[in-house]
């Protein structure tokens, strides 16, 4: 069954333009009721500096539960350093990487579904980016316990990036979503990942880490063609679809 992503429809009455009449009635009750209390935004911007000085870190990153798995030459890298802000990033990569094969299952499966005629993706591709996601998952596992770090563990970073991608999921899994606007959503991921992975090996190189940093280089080029391919997908079908360009 093919599903487009827009279709003209007098359904729509979302805009204020569908009932002149009315919405002069909205507009006219709205002016006729000012605010009943003086003031601006600025009191709420003052109430929320109360509870951000007062609230406490989303959570913390554990110390390593053990020190034998660290190589001797790693633990004197990181003496001095703050270990634990590379651990809480590369929870927060284990977490999305993780996520990322949920994002491509999905989208292969709307691809099965839902294909369209002449679309330019490839579903053999899709299934090779969900293998990649899932081989970042473990390079970032491995990462974690040659620091001694338990990589079940959910870090801050993991929690934060888990809200920040959840509208995302939200998206793919939701059966009224064309391609397009699967493929849109899967592009914001990416972007997110790819920058991930640029700060990673920034981190790790900084660090002295060379050989995570080269392990995670070798990701970066994987990911390179994830976002590069979506990002292409996505512009031709849109263009396709507005009919000016034909795949
Ligand atoms: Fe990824
Ligand atoms: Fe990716």
Redesign the pocket.
């Known amino acids: 069954m093919e599903k487009t992503s827009v279709e003209m429809s007098s359904k729509n009455r979302t805009g204020i333009g569908m009932s002149p009449v009315d919405s002069q009635r909205m507009i006219d009750a709205a002016q006729a009721a000012p605010p009943s209390s003086s003031g601006d935004e600025s009191a709420l911007a003052k109430l929320d500096s109360v509870y951000i000085r007062e609230a406490e870190p989303v959570g913390s990153v554990p110390p390593p539960g053990t020190l034998k798995g660290m190589a001797q030459a790693t633990l004197q890298k990181l003496t001095g350093k703050h270990p634990e802000v590379l651990v809480d990033k590369l929870g927060e990569r284990l977490a999305?990487?993780r996520t990322?094969t949920r994002l491509y299952d999905y989208l292969i499966n709307k691809c099965e579904t839902a294909s369209e005629a002449g679309s330019p993706i490839s579903v053999d591709t899709l299934k090779r980016f969900r293998r990649?996601?899932a081989q970042?998952f473990k390079l970032v596992a491995k990462a974690l316990e040659s620091l001694g770090a338990d990589p079940t563990t959910q870090t801050p970073g993991a929690d934060v990036s888990a809200v920040a991608s959840s509208g995302v999921l939200q998206i793919m899994s939701d059966p009224r979503t064309s391609i397009d606007q699967s493929l849109e959503a899967i592009l914001t991921a990416?972007l997110v990942?790819h920058a991930g992975?640029e700060l990673l090996i920034r981190l790790t190189s900084e660090m002295g880490l060379d050989d995570m940093a080269n392990d995670f280089r070798t990701?970066l080029t994987e990911?390179d063609d994830?976002l590069m391919q979506v990002r292409q997908w996505h512009e031709q079908s849109t263009l396709s679809h507005a009919g000016v360009s034909a795949i």
């Open positions: 999305f990487e990322g990649e996601e970042h990416e990942d992975w990701a990911e994830h």
